[in-house]
């Protein structure tokens, strides 16, 4: 009874985010057969550092599917607000900050508007959204990769602290603290938890939640904002190039970090969670010297586990294939006997 | 009569609506089709050809998403990836011979989609979570069978893609056959059916005693074999291949398949509006390369029309 109970709690989705993380920690850890790649400081910084970009976008990302919606333009979001603070952010590099932070909030707050005013499908819009963003990052930039001259801001966002977090990392850890309080003890998060669990309830309620919406979707887009003015400070450019990659990652990350696709479950703990067991496994395999394939496989795999275990008509399919091959048992035993 | 007074009755309210949206349709064709047709050199042999050579790439992708997004599952963000893996499996074993290395493909493509359906189909798993952890398997898999490496054709024939029939691009030929199968096997085989049938009710489907998660599976691996197709074609054009060649093109297909106006919630919608959608971006894009706007304009504007175009749809279906 134990033994199930425990089970039950592994598979809990509120605990998920974190035993998968620990599952992922053991197991480095015992293929790391103590040389001490794994266990690292330098590990640890490399692993802050991919949290940094990885993580506002996932938290962005997991707020909307937070309320049942998929803000797919957060990959072009990355890339906009990187150019618009890397052009101009030269000589007062906060001012870039809040322009390409109010770019991606404002880009948020505009498909949150068409969305709920129009009563359209968050991934028609923000699809939309995602070319038409792209499209003025290349318009901005002419299609080119602008450098940022502003050395000692990219060096001084990177430089260490305490040998295991810079500047940038603590600035994504930051506001990842600030949204879980803001979650956990404000009515903001329980109206964003109500929306996303029955849209139609709540508003009988008497929530307003189009505004729920549009304001997650405007932080949706300034969290991914953040991520891209960071990462192209630090890296002293930007590209144009679409960073399309980085919206699978982070869905995973969300997924993985215990949000649920169907709305209505998760946190910016958990999500935090699974942004880290991600950059622990895309990390700490590089360490321990695992060719990078691995690292795809393994989310992949991990991914289709949860989608397997989260499915609605799993233990009906179940019950109904072990009914059904019970009875063919029977009939060839009945089969026999006669 | 009495049809048409009730349909009138069910539509009462937001008839003007629709009408307004169908009159706004009609002017943007007429818009689009003067301004193309006025734009010199836009009905040169040369410019319509490499406008369908352009097309059929991502209208073969974009034929199999649609059966995704008309069975209600949205999109799937693996089939860029897809494309690119049936590419590989197509140029290494092409030391077969031309036929069996396209079958493989094909067959690759399909298991590989066709488990992803299964898993939405009969789990009812989330389509977006399942495409994504297909896309990094196949990622996975594919950095692991190759190492990274390119890979090169392992035989000759290739040559057989590059040609023209009539005057027409092959690669043109073999879209215009996946749009034709598509729509054939939609709007004439009983499962065809079932899958618009899914798409508007999944619980009406069920109950009336229909297996909806037959109809899934088979939607994916059509998509399957749709990019399958991509894959091969992209792979005879460029003589090698790699995981990026079809990086991009899930995005580019479901936007095709948006603006050709079938609804996002699955039910409604058809192979031949995908044609129509694919053709309109591509027009879209030849006419603003012939009249000289920049490559970044390009891709600015054809975005802003996208999002007008989805805007345009879903209001004129909103109930």
């Not at chain 1, 937070?66 to 333009?73: G, P, W």
């Not at chain 1, 990177?158 to 040998?163: E, L, M, S, T, V």
């Not at chain 2, 054939?184 to 899914?198: A, K």
Request: aromatic share 6%; charged share 10%; hydrophobic share 55%.
């Amino acid at each position: 009874m134990t033994m199930q109970r425990s089970i039950k709690f592994l598979l809990d989705p509120s605990a998920r985010p974190f035993v998968i993380m620990a599952g992922a920690l053991v197991v480095l850890a015992l293929m790391d057969r103590g040389t001490g790649y794994f266990f690292s400081v330098g590990t640890v910084y490399s692993v802050m550092q991919l949290f940094a970009t990885l993580g506002l976008v996932a938290l962005g990302l997991g707020l909307s599917m937070l309320v049942r919606e998929f803000d797919l333009s957060v990959a072009s979001i990355v890339g906009l607000a990187g150019s618009i603070a890397v052009i101009t952010g030269v000589a007062h590099p906060w001012l870039g900050v809040l322009l390409g932070v109010g770019a991606g909030a404002l880009s948020g707050t505009l498909q949150g508007l068409i969305m709920t005013r129009l009563g359209l499908s968050s991934v028609g819009v923000t699809l939309g959204g995602l070319l038409t963003l792209q499209g003025i990052t290349y318009v901005l930039t002419a299609n080119q990769t602008v450098s940022y001259p502003n050395m000692a801001v990219a060096l001084g966002l990177n430089a260490p602290i305490a040998h295991l977090l810079s500047v940038r990392s603590v600035a994504a850890l930051t506001v990842f603290v600030v949204a879980a309080l803001v979650m956990t003890f404000t009515h903001i998060g329980r109206d964003i938890i109500a929306t996303g669990s029955d849209r139609r309830a709540s508003r009988i309620a008497g929530l307003n939640t189009d505004r729920v919406i549009i304001g997650v979707f405007a932080a949706s887009g300034a969290s991914a904002a953040l991520a891209g003015v960071l990462l192209d400070y630090s890296l002293g450019a930007a590209s144009p190039v679409a960073l399309a990659d980085v919206l699978a990652p982070a869905a995973a990350a969300a997924i993985v970090g215990g949000v649920s696709v169907v709305g209505g479950r998760g946190g910016p703990m958990g999500i935090a969670a699974g942004v880290l067991t991600l950059c622990i496994l895309r990390s700490g395999l590089s360490a321990i010297g695992v060719p990078p394939y691995v690292h795809d496989l393994v989310t992949g795999a991990i991914l289709l586990v949860i989608a397997i275990l989260d499915a609605p008509d799993l233990a009906r399919r179940v019950i109904a294939w072990r009914l059904y091959s019970a009875e063919q048992r029977d009939s060839a035993v009945a089969g026999k006997s006669s | 009569m009495i049809q048409s007074s009730l349909r009138g009755r069910f539509q009462f309210g937001n008839v003007r609506a629709r009408h307004v949206v169908l009159a706004v349709r009609g002017i943007a064709v007429l818009a689009l089709a003067s301004f193309a047709l006025s734009t010199p050199g836009f009905t040169s042999l040369l410019s319509i050809n490499a406008l369908l050579t352009a097309i059929s790439f991502i209208g073969c992708v974009a034929v199999g998403m649609t059966f995704i997004t008309l069975t209600g599952n949205i999109m799937s963000l693996a089939l860029g990836a897809t494309v690119s893996a049936s590419a590989l499996v197509f140029l290494a074993s092409l030391s077969a011979g031309i036929l069996p290395a396209f079958l493989l493909a094909l067959a690759f493509g399909m298991v590989i989609t066709a488990a992803q359906g299964f898993l939405v189909g009969y789990f009812r798993a989330n389509p977006i979570l399942v495409s994504i952890a297909g896309l990094s398997l196949l990622i996975g898999g594919a950095a692991f069978a190759t190492g990274g490496q390119r890979i090169y054709p392992g035989g000759a024939g290739l040559t057989v893609f590059k040609g023209r029939v009539a005057g027409i691009p092959t690669v043109a030929l073999f879209f215009f056959a996946t749009v034709i199968v598509g729509q054939l096997i939609l709007s004439w085989t009983r499962i065809g059916r079932v899958m618009v049938m899914v798409g508007s009710n999944v619980r009406a489907t069920t109950a009336v005693g229909v297996s909806a998660a037959r109809a899934i599976t088979v939607a994916y691996m059509i998509a399957g074999a749709c990019s399958a197709v991509s894959g091969v074609l992209l792979a005879a054009r460029y003589g090698s291949g790699d995981m990026e060649i079809g990086t991009g093109y899930d995005y580019a297909a479901i936007a095709a398949v948006l603006v050709g106006g079938t609804s996002i919630t699955g039910g409604s919608g058809s192979v031949l509006r995908t044609l129509v959608g694919v053709a309109v971006i591509a027009i879209i894009e030849v006419v603003l390369l012939l009249r000289g706007f920049s490559d970044q304009l390009q891709y600015l504007i054809t975005g802003i029309i996208v999002l007008g175009v989805i805007m345009l749809h879903t209001v004129g279906e909103r109930r």
